[in-house]
Nanobody, 120 residues
Framework: QVQLVESGGGLVQAGGSLQLSCAVS????????FAWYRQAPGKRRELVAS??????????DLEDSAKDRFTISRDNNKNTVYLRVNRLKSEDTAVYYC???????????WGPGTQVTVSS
């Protein structure tokens, strides 16, 4: 059974940073791709970043002004995926989801999400 559990969310001041973690079990971690999505209140869910088994990354769905603030990474020894966000803005307030699967980008298996709230 595939399980993804996000952590690291919370209330953060604008301009600050945070790192989200996603602990994964039930799959062969090293051969899978992962992604982070987010959904802000009243908005549709959007892809933030994805990382493949070869460690290549993609941030193409983010606005250009946001791409340099987000970093996705993975640790195959810890079966964990990370998302670091720098210079947080109020528009980063959302529920962040860790996702894996066979699709490109992954979309089949979802964690419950972790809330990130940025205060101005």
């Amino acid at each position: 059974q595939v399980q993804l559990v996000e952590s690291g969310g919370g209330l953060v001041q604008a301009g600050g940073s945070l790192q989200l973690s996603c602990a994964v079990s039930g799959i062969i971690f090293r051969i899978n791709a992962f992604a982070w999505y987010r959904q802000a209140p009243g908005k549709r869910r959007e892809l933030v970043a994805s990382i493949n088994s070869d460690y290549s990354t993609n941030y193409q769905d983010l606005e250009d002004s946001a791409k340099d603030r987000f970093t996705i990474s993975r640790d195959n020894n810890k079966n964990t995926v990370y998302l670091r966000v720098n210079r947080l803005k109020s528009e980063d307030t959302a529920v962040y989801y860790c996702v894996t699967g066979r699709s490109i980008p992954p979309k089949e298996y979802w964690g419950p999400g972790t809330q990130v709230t940025v205060s101005s």
